[in-house]
Every structure is written in C-alpha cells, then in structure tokens.
C-alpha cells in the first residue's frame, strides 16, 4: 500500500478540498464547479460526495483563470486547455513510440 508520502508527490492524488483547491487557484468555489460542469476537471469524490482535487487539476484551473481573466470566455478556455492537453499527451506517446524499437 502506498504511503502518504507518495500518495501526495502524486500529481494525480487528489489531495485538496474545494475550498483549499479554490484558495490555490485564486478563484472562487463556484468557478471550479463551473469547470467541472465545462468538463475540464473532474474532481474525485469523497465517499461523503466532497469533491477532492488533484495538483495536475489544479493546474489546469489555474490556467483557465488565468484565460478567464485576460478575457476569454470559459467555455472557449475549457476548450483550449483540453486541447493542449491532447496536443501534449499525443506528443509524448509519439516519442515513447520513437524511442521503442
């Protein structure tokens, strides 16, 4: 079983509550309910139902605030942000198939 240690150096371990998520972020609670409902994130729930986020989610709503802010719809922010996120995960498989023999 993984330790606590590990389980928070995991960037995909989801570690913080809504509200400790939303003071990280700089952003309100409901702009992180507004990403989930724009399916940008999805957080994990608790088994009481609390939503619990993750480093990697944070930083992705840290993104789109910082779009949000210069102006850019949050839909429109959404989009872009999964798409990067697509663009960089097809960039890396590629390179894992290069590297493979």
Known sequence: MAQPDDMFGDDDYPAYT???????????QDFLRRLD??????PF?????HRRYSR???????RA???VDQGT?????C??????DQLEEALRQNENRERSP
Not at 37 to 42: D, F, H, N, P, R
Request: glycine share 10%; hydrophobic share 55%.
């Open 79 to 84: 989009r872009i942000i999964i798409l990067e």
């Open 65 to 67: 605030r910082e779009m």
């Open 45 to 49: 729930r608790s088994a009481g139902g």
């Open 18 to 28: 809504m509200g400790r998520a939303a003071e990280i972020v700089g952003a309100s």
């Open 37 to 42: 409902e724009a399916k940008l994130i999805t």
């Open 56 to 62: 990697y989610q944070l930083r992705l709503a840290a």
């Open 73 to 77: 719809a949050l839909e429109a922010a």
